[in-house]
């Protein structure tokens, strides 16, 4: 078993100290200018290093798309002077844990590890980051297993429900590619497209770094340099251009043999910089994003018994916001829950949250965001966000009192402005009686 592993209940006491007195943040500053912002957690003998590059699958090209994904991929199928095989022994036998992953915007690593084996954690992290062999036979392993998931995501009607959703909201924007690639862009991958997209993307413009564990900033300092000081300094990314408000308000049905459909609906909304984005977020909960208690929850499954579960939320990117929702409904049924949920789009809009939701929302928010910390890998990912969406250095102790500002006058204005049922577009992917084939 992973010693890591048993040290859950003291990661999770880290999370509950948090609700009580702010975490403290301190930025260190390598010997070699390399910046990470640092959480000393002595409850537990762990270190946790989290790391994001600007560049995700928004920089595929076109033609290659699941290039950012594949390269992420094999960054721990063997580096330096390690193949494969003898790279993920080495983790293995240390207890280190080490991934990487591609979203639209970023490329992400992080590692974990037992404090006494720290050294050799940030130096395979390193190897991860520098060094990457992209050996053939590790190549063509991973590709196998994207294609694989691929040609499952092409049956899978949630997949297809999402893609398509994407696609109609982001026409001719590089977010409208798939992550994933398809099954003829990753064919055409070559070892030398994963050079040049980690030569492109890997440097120390952009990177932000976040470290949770039983170290000081003075013993962090080296360990920085020995993880990134390498990375070239300048990236080589093409510059994505903002995204055009496109909601179009359509309904577009992709016809499955299947007994329940899939729907998925959005429309743009704000980014995370927007000021009215803590608004935005408390007035999504209250419609869709509080789980039972929301107002679509209330009139599609418990009103009506339409679903098993309605959500939506806030998708915040770089060069857009949205508001995104799905639920699952027999065929029978799609049309109704359709309307049902057009209609509360359309209240929320005209009426605004009344201030008993409002005031129920603000408690749940503030009160459950310690579980949002109950590891030190999720602390460190967070540390990243905060510093990816400009959110200051002090936002952990500052986020709640955001929330807590938030008036009836303020979600009712933003509501107002977030929501607009002519613009929600949807898709459904079933058989869905009484709706029109596209």
Do not use: C
Not at 166 to 174: D, E, I, N, Q, Y
Not at 405 to 420: C, G, N, P, S, Y
Request: no cysteine; charged share 25%.
């Amino acid at each position: 078993m992973n010693p890591i592993k048993t040290l859950a209940v003291a990661a999770i006491a880290l999370a509950a100290a948090s609700a009580a007195q702010a975490l403290e943040i301190e930025r260190v500053t390598s010997p070699g200018g390399v910046e990470a912002w640092l959480i000393r957690d002595r409850t537990a003998p762990v270190l946790a290093i989290h790391a994001a590059f600007p560049g995700g699958s928004s920089q595929d090209p076109a033609g290659k798309e699941g290039l950012a994904s594949l390269m992420t991929g094999l960054l721990d199928e063997g580096a330096g002077p390690y193949d494969s095989q003898a790279f993920k022994t080495r983790l293995e036998d240390r207890s280190i844990e080490l991934g990487a992953d591609a979203d639209r915007d970023y490329l992400t690593l992080g590692v974990r590890a037992l404090s006494d084996r720290r050294d050799e954690a940030v130096d395979m992290l390193a190897l991860a980051v520098t060094e990457p062999r992209f050996d053939p036979q590790a190549l063509e392993r991973v590709r196998g297993q994207s294609l694989v998931q691929i040609q499952r995501d092409a049956e899978n009607p949630r997949s297809i429900a999402w893609r398509t959703l994407w696609s109609s909201l982001f026409p001719g924007h590089a977010y409208a590619r798939r992550s994933q690639g398809t099954l003829e862009s990753v064919k055409s991958l070559t070892r030398d497209d994963m050079v040049a997209f980690h030569r492109a993307a890997l440097s120390r413009d952009g990177l932000k770094i976040g470290v949770v564990g039983d170290i000081t900033a003075e013993e962090l300092k080296p360990l920085l340099d020995r993880a990134f000081g390498k990375l070239p300094m300048k990236s080589a990314l093409a510059k994505v251009p903002e995204a055009a408000s496109a909601s179009p308000g359509t309904v577009t049905v992709v016809r499955r043999q299947i007994p329940q459909s899939v729907v998925t609906f959005g429309h743009f909304g704000v980014k995370r910089d927007d000021p009215d984005y803590y608004a935005a977020y408390v007035v999504n909960y209250i419609l869709g994003g509080g789980g039972q208690s929301s107002r679509l929850m209330e009139e599609v499954r418990e009103k009506r018994g339409l679903a098993y579960g309605i959500a939506t939320t806030l998708s915040t990117l770089q060069r857009a916001g949205l508001v995104l929702g799905s639920v699952g409904t027999e065929n029978a049924q799609t049309a109704t829950s359709l309307e049902l949920i057009r209609k509360e789009w359309r209240r929320m809009r005209d009426q605004g949250p009344t201030q008993a939701e409002l005031d129920n929302a603000k408690t749940y928010l503030t009160g459950s965001f310690p579980l949002q910390l109950s590891s030190t890998g999720r602390i460190a990912r967070m540390l990243v966000s905060v510093q990816i969406e400009n959110l200051g250095i002090d936002y952990l102790e500052k986020r709640n009192s955001y929330i807590e500002k938030v008036t009836i006058e303020d979600a009712r204005r933003v509501a107002k402005r977030l929501f607009d049922p002519d613009r929600l577009t949807v898709v459904v992917v079933g058989d869905p009686a009484g709706m029109p084939v596209n």
